[in-house]
């Protein structure tokens, strides 16, 4: 017997599952991506969703869906395209894997998303989440999806206070779902699931009195709802200081950078900058020389324009922006580009560096 059937036992599982799923039904949000089962719409919606508010991932799931409508459009795309249609979003490395991962299918499986655990678990981005999430939702599947919303619900309902920010707890709410998972109607206990975890059983407060599964729910029995779920505190945020600058030439276009196809932010264009040892000694001539020194751009650094702080999962930058002129006429390297403000509209950008390109809007009001 494996661990989640000692927290089962004597667990009501039927009427859990007819009282959460009957909830759904009735209070369930009308959403884009649930106006049908398409199971390429389901994936990119899940996509989006991880790490990503409702609320922002909404305009953001039909301006894309609107440039790549079928999986066969987004696997031909353009990843400069692509990544512009997800500027904003964040993570860009979910929309890589995703374009990748529609590429196989396109070639492989003659454009139909797997409908087998075995074979979707092998395409690029798609983990266990995913793969149980388009299983359930599209094909009806009866495979658990576990996020951070149905570790919380079930960490309450079960009273599980193992850590969920450990993978072998993931397994273990995995093996729980598997047990209480509707077998008749996998998709709206998945989709139940998640959605009482967004609406009623919240981080903060739970809004246990009106929670459907409130008679199942051992935490509330308790009285230590509260107390759950466990989870370790985040590692500690590395701070970087940088320095950027907006820089023009003499026909006032200006100097943008594509960044390498590895690594954070890959492929994604900025604004000229460097991390720096310390705010406020010597960044504008370490701006010089690193152009100088990086790509033979003689320029000439000026005005100190703004303050941009940016916070990544795991990392902070602080960055120092200036703004500086540059006589170069013509650039060899092909990821460095001169360009117009209308032509920039064109390239995505990090969120840092959308706020450095409104103020390129404003240095040259």
Sequence with gaps: MNRSEDYIQDFPVQGFQQDLINWYIENQRDLPWRLNQDPYRVWVSEIMLQQTRVDTVIPYFNRFLSLFPTLKDLAEAEEEKVLKAWEGLGYYSRVRNLQTAVKEVAEQYGGIVPDTAEEISKLKGVGPYTAGAILSIA???????????????????????????????????????????????????????????????????????????????????????????????KTKVKHVDMAAVILRNHEGKFLIHKRPKEGLLANLWEFPNIPVKKRGVSEKEDLKVFLQAEWGISAAVGDHVSNIEHVFSHLKWDIQLFEGHCSNKTIEACDLKWVTLEEMETYPFPVSHQKIKKMAKEVTA
Excluded: W
């Design 139 to 233: 094909y009806g599947v009866p495979e658990p999806a576990v996020d951070g919303n149905v570790m919380r619900v079930l960490s309450r309902v079960l009273l599980i206070y193992d850590d969920i920010g450990k993978a072998k707890t993931r397994i273990l709410f995995e093996d729980a779902v598997r047990t209480l998972i509707s077998k008749e109607d996998p998709s709206s206990f998945n989709q139940a699931m998640m959605e009482l975890g967004a609406l009623i059983c919240t981080p903060k407060s739970p809004a246990c009195l009106i929670c459907p599964v409130q008679d199942h729910c051992r935490a509330f029995d308790q009285g230590r709802q509260k107390e759950l779920p466990v989870k370790e505190k």
